[in-house]
């Protein structure tokens, strides 16, 4: 059974950072690609930044320059340090972790951005 559990989360004002953090365990081999994903209320499930071989990242337009992924394959753990929030970031982050066969998600942690 293979479980993946995000942390980090929380209140934090317009302008500020958090960082979240996302750790797999159980039979899950051969990572390949990790990535963050987020949902606001009423919105669809959009992509954040993803890594792929523990090297190559990419990021939504809307996040670059802000947020940075980094991660450890062996070590199953992706991070995503994030700075100059903004109110349009509130969102919950989902992380998901792909293997060639299957993708493993997350429960998502709660982000809020606001005053």
């Known amino acids: 059974q293979v479980q993946v559990v995000e942390s980090g989360g929380g209140l934090v004002q317009p302008g500020g950072s958090l960082r979240l953090s996302c750790t797999a365990s159980?039979?899950?081999?051969?990572?390949?690609?990790m990535g963050w994903y987020r949902q606001a209320p009423g919105k669809q499930r959009e992509l954040v930044a993803i890594?792929?071989?523990?090297?190559?990242?990419n990021y939504a337009d809307s996040v670059k320059g802000r947020f940075t992924i980094s991660g450890d394959n062996a070590k199953k753990t992706v991070y995503l340090r994030m700075s100059s929030l903004k109110p349009d970031d509130t969102a919950v982050y989902y992380c998901?972790?792909?293997?060639?066969?299957?993708?493993?998600w997350g429960q998502g942690t709660q982000v809020t951005v606001s005053s």
């Open positions: 998901k972790m792909s293997t060639s066969l299957y993708d493993y």
């Open positions: 890594i792929t071989s523990g090297v190559n990242t």
């Open positions: 159980g039979s899950i081999f051969s990572i390949y690609r």
